[in-house]
């Protein structure tokens, strides 16, 4: 064999190999992404939003009269017990039967959402969307940004 077809051969080889890893790594970046839960869509006239923990107290302030503005903090009670925010109805999001509660709520009224860090209310926030709540502002930075901006808790 002359020196080009080997070059020519070797040049062929290269090409396939390299084309091969990138499909294997295609392949493995895609399915890395496969069993990650994903949030539902919001359901047509579904307000969902991320909010700061500035941002909530903010909306707090402007719903102090509003009956149908509800602050849901779904730590455990042990948690709640430490300090919350005030006027806040506690949901553990931890106990058995936490998904009957979120669907014994009224899915018309506004809620302001938190936990601790915001996973677990990430993760509630899923699950309201899936029962088609109308309106839910989520606290991403949980209770742990609402004290870190000094903002007022209760005992």
């Known amino acids: 064999m002359k020196k080009e077809e080997v070059k020519r051969m070797n040049a062929k080889r290269f090409l396939a190999l390299m084309f ?22 919001p359901v047509s006239g579904q307000v969902i939003e991320d909010v700061t923990a500035r941002e909530a107290f903010t909306l707090i302030q402007e719903n102090l009269n509003n009956p149908d503005f509800v602050i849901l903090d779904v730590r455990t009670p042990e948690e709640f017990a430490d300090g919350h925010i005030e ?28 936990c601790r ?7 509630t926030l899923n699950i309201m969307k899936e029962l088609n709540f109308l309106e839910i502002y989520h606290m991403t930075g949980g ?5 870190a ?3 007022p808790m209760v005992k």
């Open 20 to 41: 091969l890893s990138s499909l294997v790594t295609g392949a493995v970046l895609a399915g890395g992404c496969a069993g990650a839960e994903t949030a539902p869509p």
């Open 87 to 114: 006027r806040a109805i506690n949901l553990d999001f931890y106990a058995g039967p936490f998904r009957d509660e979120l669907e014994a709520l009224d899915r018309d009224k506004t809620y302001l959402l938190h």
């Open 143 to 147: 209770s742990i940004e609402w004290q």
């Open 117 to 123: 860090s915001g996973n677990r209310s990430s993760n």
């Open 149 to 151: 901006e000094g903002l």
